[in-house]
């Protein structure tokens, strides 16, 4: 069994009406959030950060995609 530790963070949510392969080939509606994703961990690129972090993240906000959720980190 692997583990992660408490302060990994961590980001999930759903594109409205996708379909459970979606992401396979072009991401589908999923390729925004995940580009930023990268981005936002390899790249420190902190405009990136703004969908996922703080009270006013995007991905949280954003009436596409349900059941976001995510881990509260600095």
Do not use: C
Request: hydrophobic letters at 40%; glycine letters at 10%; charged letters at 15%.
């Amino acid at each position: 069994m692997h583990h992660t530790n408490a302060s990994t963070p961590v980001m999930m949510g759903m594109a409205k009406g996708a379909a459970h392969t979606v992401i396979e080939g072009n991401g589908g509606n999923h390729r925004g959030y995940l580009t930023a994703w990268m981005r936002y961990w390899l790249l420190d690129d902190q405009e990136a950060m703004k969908a996922f972090h703080g009270d006013s993240a995007e991905m949280m906000h954003n009436t596409n995609w349900v059941d976001v959720i995510t881990s509260k980190y600095g």
